[in-house]
């Protein structure tokens, strides 16, 4: 791709997500996530910044946790950071409300589980603790109920994790901080700074 093709594309992904994301944050607009993705890979989840973040959060899961047998990711996308997070875990399983990035990841990982739901509809058994490993990156932004989805994260997890842009700690923090147990790190790349956050849960 030429210097002139990457600058117009940038470009265009740059208006795009301006009109398909107006109003989305905190919102549970699952009709305006979908528009997004009529542009592919809408987040730029294949530049060098997204998958140094992707390489930092396998490493932290890796020294942390160790290899985990069955890993659901909520809000997987296109399952970019899946394809990543599929390395660590026997069985991968991933949701997200949009229905069209759910049809790309199952293009892009074709030995994981996927469906187009939110975390209150994941189709795979409700039992506590019915994940070893529960993550959601860079997803809370979006989410209107910040405590029923971390709740709900608890239920289905032995273990958790989030990631998010440090930007939103003023919003995702304090929901976080209620959590007995949580544990905190950093990720840092090219002067981008994303927080982690996992807890360990009862049972």
Not at 69 to 76: A, F, N, S
Not at 140 to 165: E, N, Q, W
Request: proline share 4%.
């Amino acid at each position: 791709m030429s210097w002139f093709d990457a600058k117009l594309r940038k470009a265009v992904r740059r208006t795009w997500m301006k009109y398909a994301m107006r109003g989305v944050g905190g919102a549970d607009d699952y009709e305006r996530l979908d528009l997004a993705y009529r542009l592919g890979d809408p987040w730029n989840m294949e530049s060098r910044l997204e998958q140094a973040r992707f390489t930092a959060t396998n490493a932290l899961i890796a020294r942390t946790f160790g290899r985990v047998g069955t890993l659901l990711e909520v809000g997987c996308g296109e399952g970019h950071q899946t394809r990543v997070l599929r390395e660590l875990a026997d069985e991968v399983y991933g949701i997200d409300v949009s229905p069209t990035a759910v049809e790309r990841a199952r293009e892009r990982v074709r030995d994981a589980h996927f469906a187009a739901t939110d975390i209150h509809g994941q189709p795979w058994g409700d039992r506590q603790a019915r994940f070893d490993l529960v993550v959601a990156c860079e997803v809370l932004y979006y989410i209107k109920d910040i405590p029923a989805t971390l709740a709900r994260m608890s239920h289905l997890g032995r273990v958790c994790m989030v990631t998010f842009f440090v930007p939103a700690l003023v919003r995702v923090g304090p929901h976080l901080e209620e959590i007995p147990g949580l544990h905190k790190d950093w990720i840092q790349h090219e002067g981008e700074t994303w927080m982690v956050c996992w807890w360990r849960n009862p049972g």
